[in-house]
């Protein structure tokens, strides 16, 4: 006779491992519900916690490692150097983009499209008067595309300012899950390392490929079409082009684009001047295109984002698209994320699997 023990298709072992994972899964299930309610003040609290920790790793030598005071200034730093400024940006930018909206309306409706066609007789009028531009009706689409534009963003920025209260709630959750993401977010990473099931070199080769590819979309991407965006809207506001601040934050926006960037908006900018009887104007916001913000963009950005992203331009610009299709301006950071660990992941396939 065989044993009724090794004859049976389930253990007591499967039963434990059964049960335990199934309520652990709904556990983790209605967890993930949980912190879903604050997921984007959670994500904005994590990046800037990512963003500012070299700055806090000085605070804390600084003040002896007590923790919960160099949490609590790193908090209040990011307070006064970024929300502040930036709340008070939306809501310039809120107003420029309602008051382009009803420039471009009135633009289109009062007929002056035509009064500039007819005021345009320099080489650039003759390009734009090219019969197959005209049956195209550049001039208009491109009125007709800013009103849609800004159109856009004055219903997104209108709905947040008037949901306040849950835009400032969500503000004290995110102020809240910095301080404690800073005092006690190096537990947190070496308990999730503890749970990955790799070796510990693996371990550190996909901690080490996270962080420098974090900053260098920081460094090499957002600082640099910050850069871009505020050289673009100064350049506006010097040389006469109205509505500096919107154009500006269009012009961070244009700068993660790989083809164009930021002169998909500066050179618009030349062309408005040069139909409005402005060429000396156009000429310089022309040269000040060229040299202070799409030339140091050629330069810089290979070298910030070579040095610490070891992961070649092409994917490291389709991660960077491809995440603001799929998870909208987050997916800057998310893109080029996913694409670094599938790397660190199939390096670890290989070496353990592949070559073997």
Do not use: C
Not at 50 to 78: C, D, E, W
Not at 281 to 286: D, P, R, S, T, W
Request: charged share 10%.
């Amino acid at each position: 006779m065989t044993n009724k023990t090794e004859d049976s298709f389930l253990t007591r072992q499967h039963i434990f491992a059964a049960i335990f994972f199934s309520f652990f899964l709904f556990l983790l299930f209605q967890m993930a519900g949980l912190l879903g309610q604050f997921a984007s003040a959670l994500i904005w609290a994590a990046l800037l916690t990512l963003a500012g920790y070299p700055l806090y790793q000085k605070i804390l030598k600084r003040l002896n490692h007590r923790r919960s005071l160099s949490a609590g200034v790193m908090t209040f730093i990011i307070a006064l150097v970024i929300v502040g400024p930036s709340i008070a940006l939306l809501t310039s930018l809120a107003s420029q983009a309602l008051s382009l909206y009803e420039w471009a309306s009135g633009i289109i409706q009062s007929g002056r499209l035509e009064e500039w066609g007819d005021a345009t007789t320099s080489s650039l009028g003759r390009i734009l008067s090219h019969p197959v531009l005209a049956g195209l009706d550049v001039k208009g689409l491109a009125l007709r595309s800013i009103g849609d534009l800004s159109s856009t963003m004055v219903a997104q920025l209108g709905s947040l300012l008037k949901n306040t209260l849950v835009f400032f709630f969500d503000l004290m959750i995110m102020f809240f899950a910095i301080f404690f993401f800073y005092r006690d977010g190096e537990a947190y990473y070496h308990f999730l390392m503890e749970l990955l099931p790799f070796t510990a070199p693996q371990k550190k080769s996909i901690s080490k490929r996270f962080t420098d590819t974090f900053r260098a979309v920081i460094n090499g991407v957002f600082v640099i079409a910050l850069l871009q965006g505020i050289m673009t809207g100064f350049g506006f506001a010097l040389f006469g082009v109205p509505f500096p601040v919107f154009w500006g934050f269009v012009a961070i926006a244009a700068a993660l684009i790989p083809l164009g960037g930021a002169a998909l908006v500066w050179l618009p900018g030349v062309l408005y001047l040069l139909l409005t009887a402005h060429p000396i104007q156009g000429f310089m916001l022309a040269a000040w295109g060229i040299f202070l913000v799409t030339l140091p963009d050629n330069f810089l950005k290979p070298l910030l984002i070579g040095k610490k992203a070891n992961i070649p331009t092409f994917f490291l610009f389709m991660g960077i698209l491809g995440g603001l299709k799929i998870y909208g301006f987050l997916g800057v950071l998310f893109g080029p994320l996913i694409v670094t660990l599938l790397t660190a992941f199939v390096e670890i396939y290989r070496e353990e699997y592949s070559s073997k």
